[in-house]
Nanobody
Framework: QVQLVDSGGGSVQAGGSLRLSCAASGLLFGLYTMGWFRRAPGKEREFVAA????????AYADSVKGRFTISRDNAKNTVYLQMNSLKPEDTAVYYC????????????????WGQGTQVTVSS
């Protein structure tokens, strides 16, 4: 049984930082592209970042480029999202996901999803 467990969310002030983690089990982690998506209140879920199974390349949404960094540790079956210079508009539930695809911006290509972790940024 595949499980993705998201953690690391919380409440911070604007300009602060958080690091999200996603621990995977039940799959050959090193074969999967891993992505982060988010759903803000009243909005649809959107792509945030992704990383190929080898660690490269990575991709980011324009809204987070230069502030967020995605990384992975295949030995620990874990993917991370380091979020710096957080803004109130980053407030959302963040989800990690796993895919066997080269088109990692498309949600429909992801096979497995975490339960989500809440990030709240206050001004």
């Amino acid at each position: 049984q595949v499980q993705l467990v998201d953690s690391g969310g919380g409440s911070v002030q604007a300009g602060g930082s958080l690091r999200l983690s996603c621990a995977a089990s039940g799959l050959l982690f090193g074969l999967y592209t891993m992505g982060w998506f988010r759903r803000a209140p009243g909005k649809e879920r959107e792509f945030v970042a992704a990383i190929r199974y080898s660690g490269s390349p990575t991709a980011y949404a324009d809204s987070v480029k230069g502030r967020f960094t995605i990384s992975r540790d295949n030995a620990k079956n874990t993917v991370y999202l380091q979020m710096n210079s957080l803004k109130p508009e980053d407030t959302a539930v963040y989800y990690c996901a796993a895919a066997r695809t080269i088109d990692f911006r498309t949600q429909g290509n992801y096979d497995y999803w975490g339960q989500g972790t809440q990030v709240t940024v206050s001004s």
